[in-house]
């Protein structure tokens, strides 16, 4: 597997773990009819953490490289606010859409702090797998990746530890090693300084081996949409379910919250590993999943 397919494995199934994920803020939309084998009813509408993510790997194909004035310049000109955006995320893409810097508007974001928010972490799986091997590689391009619209260190460092262990789970596919989950948390443990999201992880894995409503209730589930809030337990449910993408995403359903988020980065990491061979994505739900944009596709 080269660089561009893993990348593109992971897009997949950050996209189709965010339009699943997104199913179920519709009214009526069942958790038991998914988890009987019984999906909704496609098409399933992705997000902005597919559109955000499109653009990053549009990115990394055309440059191989992540460059932040190029990457916010194209977030600014993507962007539409009906996928689903927040209103923090909507105010710095219009401004930098409209010539300001990134630099000076993300970090004027929430009275100078900047956006701690679960953003940066939707949208990084696939960098992360790019660079499938080389986590300090994965580490330093998700910080760029992050900066454009995140300035606060707690967004920053959820986006590093998804994209570590997307280039960890790549890496394990490569050899054809699923690698323990503990073993995997360590991993991303290694390329984080302290903070929430690093107490988070350690807090995970001390978890594992409990059950999705447990790790949940101590890690959070995303619903308070803050990155300290949402990548411990994507990453608990990453590593427990790396060589099972629908067990993954279903629980991230099964624990509610911010579920398109939380299946986003869960799904890219999955794929990372599995793809779409067994134990991966499943066929049905790519059909269902709405069409990747065309510039994103080719």
Do not use: K
């Not at 597997?1 to 893993?6: E, G, I, R």
């Not at 050899?175 to 988070?200: I, K, N, Y």
């Amino acid at each position: 597997m080269n660089a561009v397919d893993l990348c593109r494995d992971s897009l997949d199934g950050l996209s189709v773990g965010d339009a699943l994920g997104a199913q179920f803020f519709v009214p009526g939309t069942s958790y038991a009819e998914l988890a009987a084998g019984r999906p909704p009813r496609g098409p399933w509408p992705w997000t902005d953490d597919t559109e955000m993510a499109c653009t990053i790997v549009s990115e990394l194909r055309a440059r191989g490289d992540i460059d932040p004035d190029h990457l916010a310049a194209a977030f600014a000109q993507r962007y539409e606010p009906y996928r689903g955006y927040g209103a923090g995320a909507v105010v710095i893409l219009r401004q930098i859409r409209e010539g300001a810097d990134w630099r000076q508007v993300a970090r004027s974001a929430f009275d100078g702090q900047g956006s701690m928010g679960n953003g940066a972490a939707m949208r990084v799986a696939p960098l992360g797998a790019f660079y499938a091997g080389d986590p300090r590689a994965a580490a330093l391009r998700a910080m760029r990746s992050a900066e454009v619209t995140h300035a606060h260190a707690e967004a920053v460092l959820g986006a590093v530890a998804v994209a570590v262990a997307a280039a960890e789970a790549g890496r394990a596919r490569r050899v054809d090693h699923r690698p323990e989950p503990e073993a995997l948390l360590r991993v991303v443990l290694e390329h984080l300084v302290e903070s929430r999201v690093t107490a988070g992880i350690r807090r995970a894995v001390v978890l594992l081996g409990a059950g999705v409503a447990e790790a949940a209730y101590e890690l959070g589930n995303g619903a308070r949409v803050l990155a300290q809030d949402t990548v411990p337990f994507t990453l608990w449910v990453a590593a427990t379910f790396l060589h099972d993408y629908p067990a993954a995403v279903l629980a991230c359903i099964e624990a509610g919250g911010d579920v398109d988020t939380t299946a986003s980065i869960v799904g890219g990491v999955v794929a990372a590993f599995t793809g779409t061979g067994p134990g991966g994505i499943p066929s049905s739900w790519l059909t269902a999943r709405e069409p990747l944009p065309a510039w994103a596709a080719n």
